[in-house]
């Protein structure tokens, strides 16, 4: 079976910095995926990892550990408007057509 | 704005009622989905096709049929369907076989089905 693991809520204050874990077990792996979505809004794309190591892009991080079977997304100077449910999404095969999500991952952001 | 276009947003329909969901992406690609996302829930694939064919199919009731007219375009027709079936109901594209692994499904903003 599929499993992929991560907090169901986290919370964290303005300007600070939060990093989300996401473990998984897959019958393949093609790379990993986080998205953001804002309660009531579609899913946005934030980084793919299908090397290890870290991307980096503006305030948003995301590192790869396939030995491991670990993700982490890292957010900086966080802002209000990043309150929103994270989701750690692995993606089975070449194709990218077969994606399968975590539960998410709940983060408030309090000033 | 998203790059993936669903109507209506918003449906409330009787269990006998028989409605379609429509999906339009101009991206240029060959792989469309739909999802189903309950509340507080991770979105949960429904269908993937994959160059207008019908590729994934995850034990969907067959109150829950699928189409896809052409390359732009994908529809999800609803008739019977029961109370537990109100969700939002996500369309996705992507670019699909054969290398698209590295590229991210992009999400339309979803149908809110609500069902008396």
């Known amino acids: 079976g599929q499993n992929i693991d991560q907090p169901t809520e986290m919370t964290a204050t303005e300007g600070a910095i939060v990093q989300i874990n996401c473990t998984y077990q897959?019958?393949?792996?093609?790379?990993l995926f986080w998205y953001q979505q804002h309660a009531g809004e579609a899913p946005t794309f934030l980084s793919y990892?299908?090397?290890?190591g870290l991307e980096e892009k503006g305030r948003f991080s995301s590192f790869l550990s396939r030995s491991k079977g670990y993700s982490y997304l890292l957010l900086k100077e966080l802002q209000m408007k990043d309150s929103a449910s994270y989701l750690c999404?692995?993606?089975?095969?070449?194709?990218?057509?077969?994606?399968?999500f975590g539960k998410g991952t709940t983060l408030s952001v309090s000033s | 704005d998203t790059e993936v276009t669903q109507t209506p947003k918003h449906l409330v329909m009787g269990m006998t009622n028989k409605k379609s969901l429509k999906c339009e992406q101009h991206?240029?690609?060959?792989?469309m989905y739909w999802y189903k996302q309950k509340a507080k829930k991770p979105p949960e694939l429904m269908f993937v096709?994959?160059?207008?064919?019908?590729?994934i199919n995850e034990s969907v009731p067959s109150r829950f049929s699928p189409e896809c007219p052409n390359s732009s375009l994908l529809n999800l027709h609803l008739h019977a369907l029961q109370p537990e079936d109100s969700a939002l109901y996500l369309c996705?594209?992507?670019?699909?076989?054969?290398?698209?692994?590295?590229?991210?499904?992009?999400f339309g903003d979803g149908t809110r089905l609500s069902i008396l």
């Open positions: 996705a594209s992507s670019q699909g076989f054969p290398q698209g692994g590295n590229q991210p499904q992009h």
């Open positions: 897959t019958s393949g792996f093609n790379g």
């Open positions: 990892n299908v090397l290890d």
């Open positions: 999404a692995v993606s089975l095969n070449q194709a990218g057509t077969a994606l399968i």
């Open positions: 991206m240029g690609h060959r792989a």
């Open positions: 096709y994959s160059y207008e064919k019908l590729s």
